[in-house]
C-alpha cells in the first residue's frame, strides 16, 4: 500500500512545546534528580530533545516493550523486549513515551516500574490520542492531543519508516 505524509504538527511547533514541557518539569522536579526512561523506539528523539532541556540533575535508562492481549487492564499483558540496565528503587522516574493510544503499554509499564520501588513514577508523553482509549491512564506531561489519526515522524513509524521526519504527520494510506 502506498503512503502519504501530511505534515501536522511543524518541527518548531515540536521544539517550543518541548521547551515548554521542560520548564514545568525543571519547576516541579527542583531540588530532586530525574531518572528519564525511554521507551524505544519511538520515544528517542522526543527523550534526547527533552533530556537538553532539563536542568536538574538527569539520568537515563531504555526500554523496549510492547503491549498485547485485549487492551483492557486486567487482560493487557506486557512482551519487555529489553529490560532496564539500571535498578529504579528510590529513584524518581518519568517515563518518556511518544504516544498513548489505547493507553494499555503505558498503564502496564508504569504498574512494571512501581513493583521496583521507585521514589516515584510520572508519565510525560509527546502526544496524546485520547479517542481510542481502551484503559484509564493520563499523563503529567502531554505535548499535543490528537484526533485518532495515525501518524509517523519524529520518532513514531509506520511499519518502521519515516522515523527519521522532523515533523509529525497524518500517514493518509492508498489503495494501489
Ligand atoms: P497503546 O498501548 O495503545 O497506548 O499504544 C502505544 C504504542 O502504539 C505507541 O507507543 C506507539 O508505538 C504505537 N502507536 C499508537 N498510535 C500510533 C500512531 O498513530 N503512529 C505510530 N505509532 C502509534
Ligand atoms: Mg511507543
Redo the contacts with the bound molecule.
Sequence with gaps: MDTVIHEMITEKQIADKISEMAAQINKDYEGKEIHLIC?LK??VFFCCELAKRITVPVTMDFMAV??YGS?TESS?RLEVKKDLDEPVDGKHCLII????????????TKKMLLARNPASVKLCTL?D?PD????EIEAEYTGFV?PD????GYG???AQKYRNLPYIGE?EFKED
Excluded at 511518544?98 to 494499555?104: A, C, K, L, V, W
Excluded at 489519526?149 to 509517523?152: G, L, P, R
Design positions: 521507551v519511538g520515544s510492547s503491549s487492551g493487557g513515551e511518544d504516544i498513548i493510544d489505547t493507553g494499555s503499554t503505558l498503564n502496564l502526544l490520542k481510542r482509549r481502551k484503559v490528537i489519526k495515525f501518524v509517523a513514531l513509524d509506520y500517514v
